[in-house]
């Protein structure tokens, strides 16, 4: 079946990156684009990016512009959402999504949690 | 501040049905599909509708969508305790080149 798995947990520190992973299963990688979402905790669900897996362009949401790089290996069906210079606020469960040409998003990864704590 | 507008909470009994509403604008619901996902504590959120109304295989035909100008509504019927959730709308945006979500609706089955 069609499935995104995402990395484990992570903990950081205030001003260090992480990179979260998304391995995709059970369709061909490169014909579906990949979306990243994230909520925070109380939150609703925030769109921090997309990446074409068959180029590799990318957009970024403008609140994380210059803080975020979206990568893919297409070798292993995987992409990735590297997140750098965290706060706080970055402390949230991270979710990949298999984007279908910006009409829905499905399925989701499992999701990832971030946490920023000194 | 989400960019498109859902009621925080709706609540209802066993076996009513419950119309959950998504505000938007002409740059993302107005002309573009709007989509539904029900999420879980601690899971993944599910595609519940797609394209406007259309559901996935596995969604029963309890749920539906409709889409009017800017707005779109998600409905259920037969209400179930299981269908306790967040439920969130969601559409491209044209004029942000971004995907917009709608802060979520809590719906408790009480």
Redesign the interface.
């Known amino acids: 079946q069609v499935q995104l798995v995402q990395s484990g947990a992570e903990v950081k520190r205030p001003g260090a990156s992480v990179k979260v992973s998304c391995k995709a299963s059970g369709y061909t990688f490169n014909t579906y684009d990949v ?1 990243w ?1 994230r909520q925070a905790p109380g939150q ?4 921090l990016g ?1 990446i074409s897996t068959k180029n590799g362009n990318t ?1 970024y ?2 609140n994380v512009q210059g803080r975020v790089t979206m990568t893919t290996d297409t070798s292993t069906s995987t992409a990735y959402m590297e997140l750098r210079s965290l706060t706080s606020d970055d402390t949230a469960v991270y ?1 990949c ?1 298999r984007d ?1 040409n ?10 990832t949690l971030v946490t920023v704590s000194s | 501040q989400s960019v498109l507008t859902q009621p925080p909470s709706m609540s209802a009994a066993p076996g009513q049905k419950v119309t959950i509403s998504c505000s938007g604008s002409s740059s993302n619901i107005g002309n573009n599909y709007v989509s539904w996902y029900q999420h879980l504590p601690g899971t993944a959120p599910k595609l519940f509708i797609y394209e406007n109304y259309k559901r996935p295989s596995d969604i029963p035909d309890r749920f539906s969508g409709s889409k009017s100008g800017p707005s779109a509504t998600l409905g259920i019927t037969g209400l179930q305790t299981g269908d306790e959730a967040d439920y969130y709308c969601a559409a491209w945006d044209n004029n942000l080149s971004a995907w917009v979500f709608g802060g979520g609706t809590k719906l408790t089955v009480l």
């Open positions: 979306s979402v609703g669900l925030q769109w997309w957009k949401a403008q979710y999504a279908v910006y009409v829905w998003l499905d399925p989701w990864g499992q999701g």
